[in-house]
């Protein structure tokens, strides 16, 4: 089955230290995001990507950091320069900037914990 | 830049009774799409219904429409005849598919439904 999977769904990281969030989809989608979301917050774009080997920075980039070195791959990685990682992290496919059939498609979701 | 505002942080119904949720959205595009996503307490987003901008009529998914109103830049959601199975988070999205286009989301409404 076709689908986009995050993993793990729990992470606990010590301050001071970088942990990488997996994002794998096998929709063939081009376009693919991370979002961050708070409690009242709603989900908030840290990074996105429309083609393999770029990327752009969303509203909230700062202390993350990406790749996009497959079309099926989007690793994020929560560096110590993120002060407040503590959150709920959402990652989305999408077919892509044409104009048909343009519903994204959601992993579960990682929380992560700083300890 | 678009923007994406949900001025009910909060609403509640009945279940069998009729509920709208607003949302409002700024963008100077005049292609697009709009999208209401639900977020259950298992967190895994699910598409409600979706809007092309160039379509005049609104979107009718079973029991959810969506009054588009293009003008005043407007889409709310109307859930007819609630089920206990709504209750969850609602997410209003908009997504412009040019080749920088990406998703965003607005904070979202808590929608509970009570027997």
């Known amino acids: 089955d076709g689908g986009i999977t995050q993993s793990p769904k729990y992470l606990f990281r010590k301050e001071g230290q970088n942990v990488t969030l997996s994002c794998e989809q096998n929709l063939n989608h081009d376009a693919m995001y991370w979002y961050r979301q708070d409690p009242g917050q709603g989900l908030r774009l840290i990074y996105y990507?429309?083609?393999?080997?770029?990327?752009q920075k969303g509203d909230i980039a700062e202390g993350y950091s990406v790749s996009r070195e497959k079309k099926e791959s989007f690793p994020l990685t929560v560096t110590s320069a993120q002060k407040n990682p503590t959150a709920f992290y959402l990652c989305?496919?999408?077919?892509?900037?044409?104009?048909?059939?343009?519903?994204?498609?959601f992993g579960q979701g990682t929380r992560l914990t700083v300890v | 830049a678009q923007t994406v505002t949900q001025s009910q942080p909060e609403m509640s119904v009945q279940e069998a009774e009729t509920v709208t949720l607003s949302c409002t959205y700024d963008t100077s595009e005049s292609n697009y799409y709009l999208f209401w996503y639900k977020q259950p307490p298992s967190r895994q987003m699910i598409l409600v219904i979706r809007q092309e901008a160039y379509k005049q009529q609104n979107a009718t998914e079973n029991r959810f429409s969506v009054n588009f109103q293009k003008a005043a830049k407007s889409f709310s959601l109307k859930i007819s005849d609630s089920q206990l199975g709504d209750t969850a988070m609602y997410f209003c999205a908009f997504h412009y598919g040019g080749s920088q286009g990406n998703l965003i989301f607005g904070k979202g409404t808590k929608l509970s439904v009570k027997p």
């Open positions: 989305a496919s999408q077919r892509g900037s044409g104009w048909v059939n343009t519903e994204a498609f």
């Open positions: 990507s429309q083609i393999v080997n770029d990327f």
